[in-house]
Nanobody, 124 residues
Framework: QVQLVETGGGLVQTGGSLRLSCAAS????????MGWFRQDPGKEREFVAA?????????IYANSVKGRFTISRDNAKNTVYLQMNSLKPEDTAVYYC????????????????WGQGTQVAVSS
């Protein structure tokens, strides 16, 4: 069982930055693929970024955030981060951290552990 807690959301102006953190419980954090997803009210939850586990550190980004967002992990702290720069109003959403065992993927369904979400709002 893995429990995930996201922090770091907030209100920021267009062009600003935020760093989200996701703290995970469990002794096998390093083996998990970790992902960030986001959801706006009335829309489906969409993939943002993912980083694989087991020291391979493969990374995938959604096209909409490539070059602006950076995902990273600190296995010693059981934490995954999402550094968000050059934020736009369309980045406004609730951001969720997710975990899965096995290969990295952009698909939502294979992730079987989810945090409660943290709100990010970008004003124009």
């Amino acid at each position: 069982q893995v429990q995930l807690v996201e922090t770091g959301g907030g209100l920021v102006q267009t062009g600003g930055s935020l760093r989200l953190s996701c703290a995970a419980s469990g002794r096998t954090f390093s083996s998990y693929t970790m992902g960030w997803f986001r959801q706006d009210p009335g829309k489906e939850r969409e993939f943002v970024a993912a980083i694989s586990g087991s020291r391979s550190n493969n990374i995938i980004y959604a096209n909409s955030v490539k070059g602006r967002f950076t995902i990273s992990r600190d296995n010693a702290k059981n934490t995954v981060y999402l550094q968000m720069n050059s934020l736009k109003p369309e980045d406004t959403a609730v951001y969720y951290c997710a975990a899965k065992q096995g290969a990295i993927t952009t698909l939502r369904i294979p992730y079987n552990y989810w945090g409660q979400g943290t709100q990010v709002a970008v004003s124009s």
